[in-house]
């Protein structure tokens, strides 16, 4: 099994920023890469950011391409969001998620992909 923690998420002014953190712990070396998702309310769980452990190779959702970057720090088995420029529309509950298996673009853009989840942190941006 795998955990993972959250922490960073809080209340944002537009135009500002915030990093997000996502702790991992367990048998994390059955993961291949870790995901960031958003949840609005009302709104279906959509994919924001990837990355993968060995190869770093990094993906992006058209909404935040040039505004967050992802990274990740092996060492610590710990990966992180950036987030830049932020505008109302990214509020939400962000979720961090890990998933075994080869990981390409159109398997980690999918919820359903992943095999653990953390508990979410909140993102507020106001306007």
């Known amino acids: 099994q795998v955990q993972l923690v959250e922490s960073g998420g809080g209340l944002v002014q537009a135009g500002g920023s915030l990093r997000l953190s996502c702790a991992a712990s367990g048998r994390t070396f059955s993961t291949t890469a870790m995901g960031w998702f958003r949840q609005a309310p009302g709104k279906e769980r959509e994919f924001v950011s990837a990355?993968?452990?060995?190869?770093?190779?990094?993906y992006y959702a058209d909404s935040v391409k040039g505004r967050f970057t992802i990274s990740r720090d092996n060492a610590k088995n710990t990966v992180y969001l950036q987030m830049n420029s932020v505008k109302a529309e990214d509020t939400g509950v962000y979720y961090c998620?890990?998933?075994?298996?080869?990981?390409?673009?159109?398997?980690?853009?999918?919820?359903?992909?992943?095999?653990?989840w953390g508990q979410g942190t909140q993102v507020t941006v106001s306007s």
């Open positions: 990355i993968t452990w060995s190869g770093g190779n990094i």
């Open positions: 998620a890990g998933r075994r298996g080869y990981s390409d673009y159109e398997r980690v853009r999918r919820w359903i992909a992943y095999d653990y």
